[in-house]
């Protein structure tokens, strides 16, 4: 290696805040290419590995696992497999590290809850394309470079919007009724939204073209245990405008609980549009 090529290396070494090996021991990363565009992800992350090896003379030792998540569940009736369990504890016992891909349904809830993890971090880069299918405004989207997403909140708020399109004036009052169902044919999955009782109930009236709204929360039904939730993802969110007994169907693939667990709170009609960080979700009559 010339001089120019040893300088280099050290400075690159040194932004990346690494050492080279002093002991012939290789850092060791266990990998799980997980669900989807998994091993797309994890490719890509392994090729970058390459690259910090190429200009640090650190070499990595990697040993891939099994299934996980969506794809382990057909195979080993378990989103989380025991052979995946063991072949974690092997990594981290040697002092190493995983690398894993999406899996879905309940890998990365019994993931940390089998190795007492606490924290993710998820960097996305927002793509103008596909702005549109956020639950975020899309202005809010434009001149970002990162979108720093909060994992494992206790559950999502969005907004219902009604808007009157009467040729004359009309009214709300009260609460929607909503549910997450499965289908077509719809069937409801497990309880109906509970309403809350933190914002004053209003009459609102509407011209025609105007808006009410309503804000929902929904808990993500993984953070509850399988055995009294049984998470299933839902096709659609069941809406009933208030005194009305003619429902809207709107598209959520929220996951909820097919047993009778508490997952969704709405709140009453409210005047104006949705609130400025959410995305309408639908209007009603």
Not at 157 to 182: H, K, R
Not at 248 to 274: H, N, R
């Amino acid at each position: 290696m010339s001089k120019s090529e040893q300088n280099k290396t050290a400075r690159m070494v040194n932004y990346l805040g690494l050492k080279a090996p002093s002991s012939p021991g290789e850092p060791l990363i266990g990998v799980l290419d997980g669900t989807g565009i998994g091993s797309e992800v994890i490719g890509s992350a392994l090729q970058v590995l390459a690259s910090v090896e190429q200009v640090t003379g650190l070499q990595f030792e990697v040993r891939r696992g099994t299934l996980i998540g969506e794809d382990a569940l057909p195979r080993f009736g378990q989103w989380l497999p025991e052979e995946v369990v063991e072949f974690c504890s092997d990594i981290f016992r040697e002092g190493g590290a995983i690398l894993s891909g999406p899996g879905g349904g309940r890998y990365v809830y019994d993931l940390r809850r089998r190795f007492d993890l606490f924290a993710k971090f998820v960097p996305i880069r927002p793509l103008p394309e596909l702005a549109g299918a956020a639950r975020i405004v899309p202005a809010y989207l434009e001149g970002l470079d990162i979108l720093l997403v909060r994992d494992n909140a206790g559950g999502v708020y969005q907004v219902i919007n009604f808007t009157s399109t009467s040729s004359a004036s009309c009214t709300l009052y009260g609460y929607p009724g909503v549910s997450l169902v499965t289908g077509p044919p719809y069937a409801q999955l497990g309880s109906a939204a509970k309403r809350s009782i933190t914002t004053p109930v209003k009459l609102i009236t509407l011209a025609p073209g105007e808006t009410a709204y309503a804000q929902l929360q929904i808990v993500d039904a993984l953070n509850f245990p399988s055995a009294t939730c049984k998470p299933t993802k839902a096709t659609n969110l069941k809406v009933y405008p208030p005194n009305q007994t003619a429902p809207v169907y709107l598209a959520d693939t929220s996951y909820g609980c097919a047993k009778p667990v508490q997952t969704m709170i709405i709140g009453p009609v409210q005047a104006g549009s949705a609130h400025p960080m959410a995305s309408p979700n639908g209007e009603g009559q």
